[in-house]
């Protein structure tokens, strides 16, 4: 079975989600930041799995459930941080972020039995998931992140490999991306946070 992996930074404001500033306040950012991470992890805990784990930056707080092990993120660029969370699992392993609150169990559901790695674009030119058969941090470290290429320069990486691809998703970094996302999942923390919002004035 497999390990699910979500890097996440603690929502604390001016920390997460600056993207979203303007329009929102630093404050409303991260209330979206906890909505969305909420989100994510309650689908990765209702995802089965042989281990759940939180790659955290920060402290965990009451949006954190029950059944994962945390484990801070190392020092160092994104892709020293996402290679380290592979480096710690001894098995299959798929690792997301907290930017896509729209993802289900059975998007998270894989199976490694005839390939050896997911690859799971995002529309900005990322990637919102990466699972590995063998985990191996070299297949990481160097990638160049949060850039338009990066999701290119990592399924590069895979060459090589049986890939499967998961659906493209769009992660939300924008205040357009997050009227998007809340649309996509209409029922989830995130769209009723982002609607909150909206009556207050936003």
């Known amino acids: 079975m497999t ?9 604390r404001p001016g920390r997460v989600k600056t993207r979203l500033t303007p329009p929102f306040t630093p404050e409303e950012a991260a209330a979206l930041a906890e909505a969305s991470l909420a989100d994510t992890l309650d689908v990765v805990a209702r995802t ?3 281990r ?5 930056e920060g402290a965990p ?11 801070r993120q190392c020092a160092g660029g994104l892709d020293e941080r996402l290679a380290a969370a592979f480096a710690g699992c001894d098995g299959p392993a798929l690792l997301i972020g907290m930017d896509t609150p729209q993802v ?13 790695a997911y690859f799971g ?17 070299s297949l990481l470290r160097g990638v160049p992140m ?3 290429r990066t999701g290119a320069a990592q399924r590069a990486r895979l060459t090589g490999l049986r890939v499967r691809q998961l659906p493209p998703l769009r992660d939300v970094d924008t205040a357009h991306d997050a009227a998007l996302v809340a649309k996509a999942a209409p029922g989830g923390r995130f769209a009723a946070e982002l609607e909150r919002l909206a009556r207050a004035g936003r």
């Not at 759940?52 to 955290?56: D, E, F, H, N």
């Not at 059975?106 to 490694?112: M, S």
């Not at 995002?122 to 941090?137: I, M, R, T, V, Y």
């Open 3 to 11: 390990t699910l992996l979500v890097i996440a930074k603690e929502p």
């Open 48 to 50: 089965p799995a042989r």
């Open 52 to 56: 759940r784990v939180l790659v955290l």
């Open 61 to 71: 707080g009451p949006w954190l459930p029950p059944g994962f092990d945390v484990v």
């Open 104 to 116: 289900t169990p059975e998007l998270l559901t894989v199976d490694f039995a005839d390939c050896e």
């Open 121 to 137: 674009p995002a529309e900005d030119g990322g990637f919102w998931a990466l699972g590995l058969a063998q985990p191996d941090p």
């Open 146 to 148: 949060s850039t338009p």
